[in-house]
């Protein structure tokens, strides 16, 4: 698919879709989904995906997180609050997530809930959250959710079964109102998530929330959350008068 494309594309490379809402009806499990680059000029493709299992989200092109300027990127948001509670991407049981540049999504950028096994990697967020939706409350004894951060750039729900999440080499930056990446584990999930090499930059916390995390965990009830996290950086995480966290736990059950 590809934003600059003619209305009326059948999703191959020479007319491909022009919309993600046509794509993700004509895609089956499995699936291998292509954004081709379009010029930074033209918006990007808006209205969100919701992915089915086993498929790629695939950005073409060179990669998207390097230093150096990209003419044209592939680019994806999602603008509309009633489709998909405004998430860009929402994931899937063993899905791959990668090369996408997305931008200024009503609420999550990437966002998961009881998916199995994931790979998000590679991938640019910026100015993601522009309702400031909360998303990570921080819970102190007693089960009180006293603490409200924004909802993160990339973010994922367990709360049952066994999950393994691979969230690797992310640029996430210039956010006004989100979290960076957040794992929560509730009920009875087991979760192994390895967090690496994401680079986080210039974070700041969202007006009427009161904290703002690089990198949130948090487990509840019974639920196990194992982390691996080594070479992210975090840089002008915060904001004046911000409660600004780089990696954050909370164990609340």
Wanted: glycine share 10%.
């Amino acid at each position: 698919m590809n934003a600059g494309a003619a209305p009326d594309g059948n999703g191959s490379e020479r007319t491909p879709f022009n919309s993600l809402e046509a794509v993700e009806r004509a895609s089956a499990p499995g699936d291998e989904i292509a954004v081709l680059p379009s010029p930074l000029s033209v918006p990007p493709l808006d209205g969100g995906i919701v992915l089915k299992p086993g498929q790629k989200l695939i950005g073409q092109g060179p990669p998207v997180n390097g230093t150096t300027p990209l003419e044209q990127a592939p680019r994806i948001t999602n603008s509309i609050a009633t489709r998909n509670s405004g998430d860009a991407v929402v994931l899937a049981n063993d899905v791959e997530v990668s090369n996408l540049v997305i931008v200024d999504s009503y609420r999550g950028g990437i966002y998961g809930q009881n998916v199995g096994e994931i790979r998000v990697h590679d991938n640019n967020l910026s100015r993601t959250n522009t309702s400031c939706t909360p998303g990570f409350y921080v819970y102190f004894p007693g089960n009180k959710p006293l603490l409200s951060n924004g909802w993160a750039a990339i973010m994922v729900d367990e709360d049952r079964g066994a999950a393994s999440l691979s969230i690797l080499n992310n640029d996430i930056h210039d956010g006004i109102c989100n979290d960076g990446i957040d794992v929560r584990a509730t009920g009875q999930a087991h979760v192994a998530a390895r967090v690496s090499s994401n680079r986080l930059l210039r974070l700041a916390q969202g007006p009427k929330l009161h904290s703002v995390l690089a990198i949130g965990m948090q487990t509840s009830d019974a639920a196990v959350l194992t982390v691996e996290s080594a070479y992210n950086s975090e840089t002008y995480i915060g904001s004046p008068n911000a409660d600004c966290e780089g990696i954050f736990t909370n164990q609340t059950g």
